[in-house]
């Protein structure tokens, strides 16, 4: 396509009062090469939009550059324009709300801002979506439990076609065992009773859902919108291509054999809260041993939950579990002895409210820790607790019955062991915590792809990705995991989670079917291409991508698969031989981009350094300290990137050998929370610059000269105090001594 580019400076929102808009047109004209420059007072209003739309019609433009506000914001106003290409320069949060107006440093900081805004909108390229034949909008269910067919019928609703696969000759998964409901409706005092069968007959009635019970997937090849699965039913075998991927396979309930301490596979009497459920459910609560009557039943909560010898986390469901388990008792035997041992009881919300329905019914809460728990000889337990608010053991002897709150499993990991433990077995870097010899986790979607058969395992062994931005994400793209498969949760939870799952389903095959990416980077229509004639099989972009967007062939070339891509650029930053780029997003173009400023010399006092942004979390926290009037140096020239992880160690090359003096690269926060949006970018990049530390120092280089930061995108105060600390270590080492050369 040839460009026609022009520069459109916004005078709005004290952008004309700080800098010299003139001199910024001028300089843009001289140094961009670019004669068509215009400023107006509100470029976003429908007044300066009318500007930019009559150069398009008269002047054939099809290329601007918007030197205004943030990218972040007016992104409609500017969209409406549907420019090829459209470049944002950010003059109002990055320049004059940050640095003192009509000064000189302001000025050349306005000024380059648009420079290099001009370089990037003159060497991107419309990208081309890619849109491959055969795409299907079919979305697999591979679960049918509540969350499970919760999902089908959602997506079912909204116009798409679902297969839904079971294990089990049955629907209902874990449900199938309960008895009863805690309320869910007002006044929220009653036991509801789980209308399973209604919502299993539901699933199986719906047109457009396919039911396969006693059935497993066999095997799953391919990428959004191009899965390809085998599904095994009864001897048969069913292939179908899906769009998306929900894993839906629900929780199990933690290990009895691991908690013989207190008493469970030693003492009869002594049953976990799923077993009670089915004794309730079947209308038999007696003692297991004789068959007599429940007189006397305690409750012991967390057991084996958020204990680091077995279970970290809280599973959510057994504080109220316990508390509904108890009413079955009273409700059978009024007069009852019931009692409930906790480190504290959770019941958010309305459940407030069932909790002291129970109170009132005599229910006893005991805040402690059991400490052992010992059997008479007439099979009556008694268990010896600490009372934390009397600060001493108390006995609750004679127990007809013990109930212990274990915990949910995710069915992804059903050998699960110690977190701590399996973290310190787990090389560095991996993905998936090991699991015991010869006991191997359980299978589900048995995917094609090289880095695994299954999700990978994260914290605690639930399969997940950005906990706090991408609910229901997984690291395998279109495939979203939700319910207690995904984090602890009860059956409300799990509702909620197959709803947002089907969703995100929904609006992957959507995105797909239109060449874009999903998450974070929804709309993105470009994607890697390879220069495969100068490819040295070094295997990095298909070892380093999280997201398992490249396959290899026999001979370790890589094979892309472009809709499984989050177009992050981590490929691009791995691979030695910059043969990966995007049609809007490439070394050369960054490259170009940081060259084409001027550098002072030495005499002038003026240092520059070259500050590398995430656009996730740093460049946002920027745009806020902008927004606060934070001031910090004017020295200081952003990228903004689409991943820390793509920084290509060719721009730090360029970088120094222009005259820059000093690097920072501001990137997602990275570790055992997973805050990097795109997994580990922001760990690569840490890494590749602990390697480059090394290569300066042998240059006679100081190392201090690069540095990188996490930040979170609520780092405000954080980052002009980094840049500020930064700017006193370039000062204590001085000038770049390759400034000039």
């Not at 007002?186 to 039911?211: F, H, M, N, S, W």
């Not at 699991?435 to 399969?463: C, I, M, S, V, W």
């Not at 050998?657 to 970018?681: E, S």
Request: proline residues 6%; glycine residues 8%; contains cysteine.
């Amino acid at each position: 396509m040839e460009k026609k580019t022009a520069v459109y400076i916004c005078t709005g929102c004290d952008i004309g009062k700080s800098v010299d808009v003139d001199q910024l047109i001028k300089s843009t004209k001289a140094s961009a090469k670019i004669p068509l420059c215009r400023t107006h007072a509100a470029l976003c209003s429908s007044e300066g939009l009318a500007v930019v739309q009559k150069d398009i019609a008269d002047e054939g433009v099809n290329a601007a550059v918007m030197a205004a506000c943030s990218p972040r914001v007016c992104e409609r106003e500017f969209g409406s324009l549907n420019l090829p290409v459209l470049e944002r320069a950010n003059l109002r949060e990055q320049v004059v709300w940050t640095h003192p107006p009509n000064d000189e440093d302001t000025q050349m900081l306005a000024r380059d801002q648009i420079l290099m805004s001009c370089v990037r909108a003159q060497k991107v390229e419309r990208p081309v979506p890619f849109l491959p034949e055969g795409l299907s909008k079919k979305i697999l269910v591979v679960g049918g439990g509540i969350t499970g067919m919760t999902a089908a019928l959602e997506a079912s609703e909204a116009g798409y076609e679902v297969a839904l696969v079971e294990k089990e000759k049955d629907l209902g998964g874990l449900a199938r065992r309960l008895h009863r409901s805690w309320p869910t409706k007002t006044p929220y005092c009653e036991l509801e009773p789980i209308d399973l069968e209604q919502t299993t007959a539901q699933v199986q009635a719906k047109q457009g859902v396919r039911v396969l019970v006693g059935a497993e997937v066999e095997s799953i090849v391919g990428a959004p919108g191009l899965f390809d699965a085998t599904i095994k039913q009864n001897g048969s075998v069913v292939s179908d291509r899906f769009g998306a991927i929900i894993l839906a396979t629900g929780a199990l309930p933690y290990d009895e054999k691991k908690l013989p301490s207190l008493g469970l596979g030693t003492l009869p009497n002594v049953v976990t809260n799923v077993t009670m459920e089915e004794m309730a459910h079947k209308g038999a609560l007696a003692r297991p041993t004789d068959g007599g009557p429940v007189n006397k039943v305690a409750f012991v909560q967390c057991a084996g939950s958020r204990d680091k010898e077995h279970l970290p986390y809280c599973s959510a469901h057994c504080c109220r579990t316990s508390l509904k388990q108890a009413l079955y008792v009273l409700d059978a035997n009024p007069e009852a002895e019931v009692f409930v041992i906790h480190q504290d009881i959770r019941a958010p919300g309305q459940a407030e409210e069932f909790f002291r329905t129970v109170q009132e019914r005599g229910v006893t809460l005991l805040r402690g820790k059991v400490k052992e728990v010992t059997e008479g000889s007439d099979g009556a337990v008694t268990l010896r607790a600490e009372d934390v608010l009397l600060g001493q053991d108390v006995l609750l002897e004679d127990m007809d019955l013990v109930v212990l709150a274990t915990g949910l499993v995710p069915s992804t990991r059903t050998e699960f062991d110690d977190a701590e433990a399996l973290r310190k077995l787990a090389p560095k870097g991996s993905e998936t915590a090991p699991a015991d010899p010869g006991r191997p986790p359980a299978t589900a979607l048995h995917l094609g792809y090289r880095q695994g058969p299954e999700l990978p395992n994260l914290k605690y062994g639930f399969p997940d990705s950005h906990f706090i931005c991408f609910p229901y994400e997984t690291r395998r793209t279109g495939i979203y995991a939700a319910g207690s498969v995904r984090r602890p949760g009860d059956m409300e939870q799990c509702k909620l989670d197959a709803t947002g799952a089907a969703l995100k389903a929904i609006q992957c095959v959507e995105q797909v079917a239109r060449g874009q990416g999903v998450h974070p980077r929804v709309g993105d229509a470009s994607y890697p291409e390879i220069f495969a004639q100068r490819c040295t099989q070094c295997k990095r972009c298909t070892e380093e991508c999280p997201f398992g967007a490249y396959d290899e062939d026999e001979k370790s070339n890589p094979l892309p698969n472009p809709t499984r891509c989050r177009r992050c650029g981590v490929c691009m930053g791995a691979c030695p031989e910059r043969v990966i780029s995007f049609k809007d997003y490439s070394v050369e173009m960054v490259g170009q981009m940081l060259k084409c400023l001027e550098i002072p010399e030495d005499y002038e006092e003026k240092p520059r350094v070259l500050c590398f942004v995430c656009e996730n979390d740093a460049y946002p926290a920027l745009d806020m300290v902008g927004m606060l009037r934070k001031q910090y140096s004017a020295f200081v020239r952003f990228v903004s990137l689409r991943c820390l992880g793509s920084v290509n160690l060719m721009w730090i090359n360029d970088a120094l050998n222009r005259g820059y003096d000093g690097i920072l690269l501001l990137g997602c926060k990275h570790g055992d929370d997973y805050q990097c949006h795109f997994i580990h970018g922001s760990e690569l990049a840490n890494t590749r610059m602990s390697k480059i530390s090394e290569t300066l120092q042998r240059l006679m280089l100081e190392s201090d000269r690069i540095r990188i930061e996490q930040v979170g995108i609520s780092d405000v105060d954080r980052i002009p105090a980094i840049i500020q600390e930064f700017m006193q270590t370039i000062e204590r080492v001085g000038p770049n001594p390759f400034k000039g050369m």
